[in-house]
């Protein structure tokens, strides 16, 4: 029987999803991409999943798209079949929180996806980098747009113009990542996070994520007003009642996310 190439386990309310293609880099080919969205489509589904932990190998998260389904491509085969846009575009579509775990290389697409999720954190290893330059490309999810967002104009063009990586500490000096570990401590920090988060009502948890992502679309005006409709919407939920009395009577608040 085949093996998967992307594992799911769960830990309480937290899901630990690992990209194990058998290639410890994990290029990111079609298949790879294709189990990653229905792993997460599985939990986006089952309600008693809040959180996810997003890892790769010790040795990469990923080294970037499959240069060796990518090599032979010509722009009409790219172009008609959609190419990145066909199936990494469910990734940015999840409701649900999503840390990425970084260990090793984070490369060219490798980077992109670890930039998709809402939470960075890495182990001292980690090398992060839009090398598409050195192969004659441009980033193609997101390298020239969602990395100036997060590290700053001068960081972004710095890499995606000479292709070179950035090491974990320089990566969280420029605030592309929240966090760096010990390598060994990787995982749990990255599951205790996930936990923390899980532990509240799930319906804010996807507000707050909404929200949040707003941010990044539209004015600061704009951006107000649907956080506070958001704001005034969380006044329908139990869980607001339920939150409220338990800091009030001061005891531990049991949600029943809705
Ligand atoms: C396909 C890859 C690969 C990749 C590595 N391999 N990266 N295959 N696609 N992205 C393969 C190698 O060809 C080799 O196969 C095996 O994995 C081990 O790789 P080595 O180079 O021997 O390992 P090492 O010396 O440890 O170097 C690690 C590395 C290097 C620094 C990560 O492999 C590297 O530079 N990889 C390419 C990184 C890159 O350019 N990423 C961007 C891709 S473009 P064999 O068969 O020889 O053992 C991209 C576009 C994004 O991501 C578009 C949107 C998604």
């Not at 040795?59 to 172009?79: E, N, Q, R, S, W």
């Not at 990734?91 to 999503?98: A, I, M, N, T, W």
Request: hydrophobic letters at 50%; charged letters at 20%.
């Amino acid at each position: 029987m085949e093996q998967p190439i992307v594992h799911t386990e769960l830990h309480g309310r937290v899901a630990l999803v690992r990209l194990a293609s058998g290639n410890p880099l994990n290029p990111l080919t079609d298949a790879l991409i294709d189990a990653l969205v229905s792993a997460m489509q599985r939990i986006e589904a089952d309600p008693a999943v809040h959180a996810t932990v997003l890892t790769g190998s010790d040795k990469a998260f990923a080294a970037g798209a499959d240069i060796v389904g990518m090599a032979p491509l010509d722009y009409a085969t790219a172009f008609s079949e959609d190419l990145i846009g066909r199936n990494w575009d469910h990734l940015r579509r999840l409701r649900k929180p999503l840390i990425a775990a970084v260990r090793g290389y984070a490369l060219g697409g490798g980077c992109e996806l670890a930039m998709m999720c809402d939470i960075v954190i890495a182990a001292r290893d980690a090398l992060f980098g839009q090398p598409e330059i050195k192969l004659g490309i441009v980033p193609g999810a997101g390298g020239t747009q969602r990395l100036p967002r997060a590290a700053g104009k001068s960081t972004a063009m710095l890499a995606c113009l000479t292709g070179e990586a950035l090491p974990a500490s320089d990566a969280l000096a420029c605030g592309l990542i929240s966090k760096v570990v010990e390598p060994d401590a990787l995982i749990e920090e990255a599951l205790r996070i996930g936990q923390q988060i899980a532990r509240h009502s799930l319906p804010v948890i996807v507000a707050v994520k909404e929200a949040v992502d707003r941010s990044f679309e539209s004015s600061l005006a704009e951006g107000l007003l649907f956080e506070r409709r958001l704001f005034h919407a969380g006044f329908s939920l139990a869980d607001q009642k339920e939150g409220m009395a338990a800091f009030l009577e001061r005891r531990t608040a049991r949600f029943v996310n809705r």
